[in-house]
């Protein structure tokens, strides 16, 4: 039987894991200090702020997607994850743009 811990590591894995599996998300994102995370045994999970009431989730975003709605793929993503709590996504950075993505037209 799993100990409690070993509950709140593997939610929090399952977690990390179906934020980076939503499409336009390039990462998980620390903060500017590297102040996001949730701490586990032996390791850390950058981007992820993980508690009884709340999972706050930090990231970076394809240049090329809309944020609002990459923002609420994650939190469809998690909602059978989370156990009920109230989920915050942070858009942290935005991607580099491709190399075709601009015309020199457009630089002006």
Do not use: K, Q, Y
Request: proline share 5%; charged share 25%; with cysteine.
């Amino acid at each position: 039987m799993p100990t409690a811990n070993g509950r709140f590591a593997a939610t929090a894995d399952a977690i990390a894991a179906a934020v980076l599996a939503v499409p336009g998300v390039e990462g998980l994102h620390g903060g500017a200090r590297g102040e996001i995370a949730t701490a586990l045994p032996g390791r850390r999970i950058a981007g992820l702020r993980l508690d009884a009431d709340a999972c706050a989730v930090h990231v970076a975003v394809g240049w090329d997607r809309d944020m609002r709605e990459t923002a609420a793929a994650i939190r469809a993503a998690l909602l059978p994850l989370t156990g009920g709590r109230t989920v915050a996504v942070t858009v942290e950075d935005i991607g580099e743009p491709s190399r075709g993505a601009f015309r020199d037209e457009d630089r002006t």
